[in-house]
């Protein structure tokens, strides 16, 4: 089924890295949520109304927050497929988070909205008409919403879209509430109890919770995260890949929405090596990454000396000293330069967030111990915090 929609919806389906492509993938998956939550809505609120049950209501209210959810979702995918302007370069596929949180805050107020009428069902019962039909329309609600997030977290990976995979979880735990508000009908009906305002507020807890983690999942991007560990690998290993690169540091990936993804980093290169050719081997880079991943990246080419035996056994002595700090430290752009008086160690110094000292102590402690190898060496230290979340 799901196969059969995108073969019928979206056109060029396997060209995802297209965002016209990815847009018509957003827009199916809003159009089937519309329609399908629409029609669970309006199926369970008259059976709940006719036969007076809140919690098949809530239910059904949680549908309807759903739907909600996808028409945002389209307009999202609408607006995020929008090219760059003068007014935002980088795109504007950051308004699929956006949308996403609006429709959390939605999520929320309704679910605290039903948690009040049903409290009022515990304190206030009526007798509850138990109905075939019922629970004949909750069965069919678990079936549709089973499908729904199978079919949204296959699309939602298929374009690596948060959005559609946080969609996706939360129709998967939609068939939790559904089933936990199904056996409290069939138990009412065998026992008597008058289970119908509890699980109301159960159900209403449940798209609360919902409602927090989508807020969270939704804010943390437009923050700004560190990327993916698997991302950062990537990277790493792409560009170590070519010839003449001797390492990198500093890099720094930002996420301007899905398919915007813009990089910057400092790659090393022998300083002995002609700048024509290490400039060419970053050009080729660059454009590597543009064409192959999609990655708009900025490199910084930093020169190393690898050719002098003086100067790389202090780098070696330094990167054995600040490691003994710590062995998550790393020194990077080492530097000597010899004076009348003293001789200035020039370096920068790659700490984790984790790192519980401050930059200023772990900057003085080193300077310490530099001039404990030698009482004319002088530090000159940088402390870099890696912008790649390590």
């Given at each position: 089924?799901?196969?059969?929609?995108?073969?019928?919806?979206?056109?060029?389906?396997?060209?995802?890295?297209?965002?016209?492509?990815?847009?018509?993938?957003?827009?199916?998956?809003?159009?089937?949520?519309?329609?399908?939550?629409?029609?669970?809505?309006?199926?369970?609120?008259?059976?709940?109304?006719?036969?007076?049950?809140?919690?098949?209501?809530?239910?059904?209210?949680?549908?309807?927050?759903?739907?909600?959810?996808?028409?945002?979702?389209?307009?999202?995918?609408?607006?995020?497929?929008?090219?760059?302007?003068?007014?935002?370069?980088?795109?504007?596929?950051?308004?699929?988070?956006?949308?996403?949180?609006?429709?959390?805050?939605?999520?929320?107020?309704?679910?605290?909205?039903?948690?009040?009428?049903?409290?009022?069902?515990?304190?206030?019962?009526?007798?509850?008409?138990?109905?075939?039909?019922?629970?004949?329309?909750?069965?069919?609600?678990?079936?549709?919403?089973?499908?729904?997030?199978?079919?949204?977290?296959?699309?939602?990976?298929?374009?690596?879209?948060?959005?559609?995979?946080?969609?996706?979880?939360?129709?998967?735990?939609?068939?939790?509430?559904?089933?936990?508000?199904?056996?409290?009908?069939?138990?009412?009906?065998?026992?008597?109890?008058?289970?119908?305002?509890?699980?109301?507020?159960?159900?209403?807890?449940?798209?609360?919770?919902?409602?927090?983690?989508?807020?969270?999942?939704?804010?943390?991007?437009?923050?700004?995260?560190?990327?993916?560990?698997?991302?950062?690998?990537?990277?790493?290993?792409?560009?170590?890949?070519?010839?003449?690169?001797?390492?990198?540091?500093?890099?720094?990936?930002?996420?301007?929405?899905?398919?915007?993804?813009?990089?910057?980093?400092?790659?090393?290169?022998?300083?002995?090596?002609?700048?024509?050719?290490?400039?060419?081997?970053?050009?080729?880079?660059?454009?590597?990454?543009?064409?192959?991943?999609g990655i708009?990246?900025?490199?910084?080419?930093?020169?190393?000396?690898?050719?002098?035996?003086?100067?790389?056994?202090?780098?070696?002595?330094?990167?054995?000293?600040?490691?003994?700090i710590s062995?998550?430290?790393?020194?990077?752009?080492?530097?000597?330069?010899?004076?009348?008086?003293?001789?200035?160690?020039?370096?920068?110094?790659?700490?984790?967030?984790?790192?519980?000292?401050?930059?200023?102590?772990?900057?003085?402690?080193?300077?310490?111990?530099?001039?404990?190898?030698?009482?004319?060496?002088?530090?000159?230290?940088?402390?870099?915090?890696?912008?790649?979340?390590?």
């Amino acid at each position: 089924m799901t196969e059969l929609l995108i073969r019928w919806f979206v056109k060029n389906d396997k060209d995802i890295q297209n965002p016209a492509v990815r847009e018509r993938y957003g827009k199916l998956a809003g159009a089937v949520g519309v329609v399908s939550n629409a029609l669970l809505f309006l199926l369970k609120f008259l059976a709940g109304f006719f036969f007076q049950s809140i919690s098949v209501m809530a239910d059904a209210v949680n549908n309807l927050s759903d739907a909600g959810s996808s028409v945002i979702t389209l307009v999202g995918f609408k607006i995020s497929g929008k090219p760059a302007d003068a007014q935002h370069p980088y795109g504007h596929a950051r308004m699929e988070y956006i949308t996403g949180l609006a429709v959390s805050f939605i999520i929320l107020l309704l679910g605290l909205q039903l948690v009040q009428s049903s409290a009022e069902k515990i304190f206030h019962p009526e007798e509850t008409v138990f109905s075939w039909l019922t629970v004949g329309a909750l069965a069919v609600s678990i079936i549709i919403k089973l499908w729904q997030g199978l079919f949204n977290r296959k699309i939602g990976k298929r374009i690596a879209s948060a959005a559609l995979e946080a969609t996706a979880a939360d129709s998967l735990n939609d068939v939790i509430a559904t089933a936990v508000v199904l056996v409290s009908v069939i138990i009412s009906r065998l026992t008597g109890w008058r289970l119908d305002g509890y699980m109301g507020v159960a159900v209403a807890v449940f798209i609360i919770i919902s409602g927090i983690r989508l807020i969270r999942d939704t804010v943390n991007p437009l923050l700004g995260m560190a990327p993916d560990r698997e991302l950062v690998k990537k990277i790493s290993d792409k560009i170590h890949s070519y010839e003449g690169v001797l390492g990198l540091h500093d890099l720094a990936v930002h996420n301007y929405g899905p398919g915007r993804c813009f990089a910057s980093v400092h790659v090393e290169v022998p300083a002995s090596q002609d700048i024509l050719i290490s400039h060419d081997i970053i050009d080729n880079i660059e454009r590597d990454f543009m064409d192959e991943m999609g990655i708009h990246l900025v490199i910084h080419l930093d020169p190393v000396v690898t050719d002098d035996e003086t100067t790389n056994a202090l780098h070696q002595e330094v990167n054995e000293l600040v490691r003994r700090i710590s062995p998550e430290l790393s020194v990077h752009d080492f530097r000597v330069v010899v004076g009348n008086s003293h001789t200035n160690l020039i370096f920068d110094v790659a700490a984790p967030y984790g790192l519980k000292m401050s930059n200023a102590e772990l900057k003085h402690l080193i300077c310490e111990k530099v001039q404990q190898l030698d009482g004319n060496y002088y530090a000159v230290v940088v402390i870099d915090r890696n912008f790649d979340g390590s």
